[in-house]
């Protein structure tokens, strides 16, 4: 079935460091694709998603670009805050399924240090 | 506008009682979905409704797992009798249609001695 596959964490970076996280999907067709972030204590809430290949979201400094070829969305951040440290999910909908029902990568921990 | 509510926040219990979790979704949103989040197996989509009607169930693990959904504005899930293994973080989300945009509560976290 479509799944995602994000790095394995945790991800620990300084301020004003660049940020990837990748993310591969297996698919059939093009689904739309989307970051999620999972702030301490909170509960999940969308970043930036791409709908179609080739797409870029962006969001908060936050871009992800949907590439087809490699089936990739990885994330990235030129310049991360220390408000930036959260938990990030890799999401596509399920095979077959509206966007509504997403099936989530296992998360990426990020912790920023000042 | 008040997001997602979920309650309760934490819930402690010992193995073989009932626990209820309860979900408010946002008003206007005719999807709302529940999901579990564990260490192991990550966030699980247990089920989920459309305009108050089950559309898929097949993530609920088993029958002692159960949901609903008599209105709008209202759903809860229900484990009876709950095990050790129930403990996790159950979240709740609700969509707006043609959004694909899903906004979760903060969850309700269960743990099960």
């Known amino acids: 079935g479509d799944s995602v596959t994000q790095m394995e964490g945790p991800v620990t970076l300084s301020e004003e460091a660049f940020l990837t996280i990748n993310c591969t999907y297996t698919?059939?067709?093009?689904?739309?694709l989307f970051w999620y972030v999972q702030y301490p204590g909170e509960g999940l809430q969308l970043l930036l998603k791409?709908?179609?290949?080739?797409d870029k979201g962006s969001n908060k400094g936050f871009e992800a670009t949907y590439r087809k070829e490699t089936t990739s969305f990885h994330l990235e951040k030129g310049s991360v805050q220390v408000s930036d440290s959260a938990v990030y999910f890799c999401a596509l909908p399920f095979s077959g399924g509206s966007n509504y029902k997403l099936t989530f990568g296992k998360g990426t921990l990020l912790t920023v240090n000042p | 506008d008040a997001g997602v509510i979920q309650s309760p926040r934490h819930e402690v219990t010992e193995m073989g009682q009932e626990v209820t979790l309860r979900c408010k979704p946002i008003?206007?949103?005719?999807?709302l979905f529940w999901y579990r989040q564990t260490m192991m197996r990550g966030l699980e989509l247990l089920i989920y409704f459309n305009n108050n009607v089950p559309i898929d169930d097949s993530g609920m693990p088993e029958d002692r797992f159960s949901a609903k959904m008599p209105n709008a504005s209202f759903s809860t899930l229900k484990i009876q009798p709950s095990e050790p293994r129930d403990s996790a973080v159950y979240f709740c989300?609700?969509?707006?249609?043609?959004?694909?945009?899903?906004?979760f509560g903060e969850g309700s976290r269960l743990t099960v001695l």
């Open positions: 791409a709908t179609k290949a080739d």
């Open positions: 698919a059939t067709g093009y689904p739309s």
């Open positions: 989300a609700s969509s707006p249609p043609g959004a694909g945009e899903l906004f």
């Open positions: 008003s206007g949103h005719d999807y």
